[in-house]
């Protein structure tokens, strides 16, 4: 990883670490630039791994509940953790925390 990929890195991940709005606008270009799909292609990757009650409950309105890393772990494949963690600038596990956090917000908003 080059210099400019760290500083990017860094500075994405100080940005996660302060508004919700910046956080989840961040997830989102990530998500969009991601192999997944964007933030369609995770619902549906959510969905066909057996959580489509958490989608639904985020998008239909509803009192959104949350999602845990190990439920985000068993949906999404080793590859796209690690796609997700290498935009971000993050750890795996730091990633998907930041995902499990903002996602249901996210997938509400899209609404």
């Known amino acids: 990883m080059g210099l400019f990929d760290e500083v990017a890195g860094?500075?994405?991940?100080?940005?996660?670490?302060?508004t919700?709005?910046?956080?989840?606008?961040?997830?989102?270009?990530?998500?969009?630039n991601s192999s997944l799909g964007g933030l369609s292609g995770v619902?549906?990757?959510?969905?066909?791994?057996?959580?489509?009650?958490?989608?639904?409950?985020?998008?239909?309105?509803?009192?959104?509940q949350p999602i845990s890393i190990d439920q985000l772990k068993?949906?999404?494949t080793p590859e796209h953790i690690q796609e997700?963690?290498?935009?971000?600038?993050m750890s795996p596990d730091s990633a998907l925390?930041?995902?499990?956090?903002?996602?249901?917000?996210l997938a509400g908003n899209k609404t």
């Open 43 to 64: 619902l549906g990757q959510l969905q066909s791994s057996g959580l489509g009650n958490l989608v639904s409950s985020w998008t239909g309105g509803g009192q959104g």
């Open 20 to 32: 919700e709005g910046g956080a989840q606008g961040i997830l989102n270009n990530v998500l969009g």
């Open 74 to 76: 068993s949906a999404l």
């Open 10 to 18: 860094a500075v994405k991940g100080a940005i996660l670490q302060g």
């Open 84 to 89: 997700i963690a290498s935009s971000l600038g």
């Open 97 to 105: 925390g930041h995902l499990a956090e903002h996602l249901p917000m």
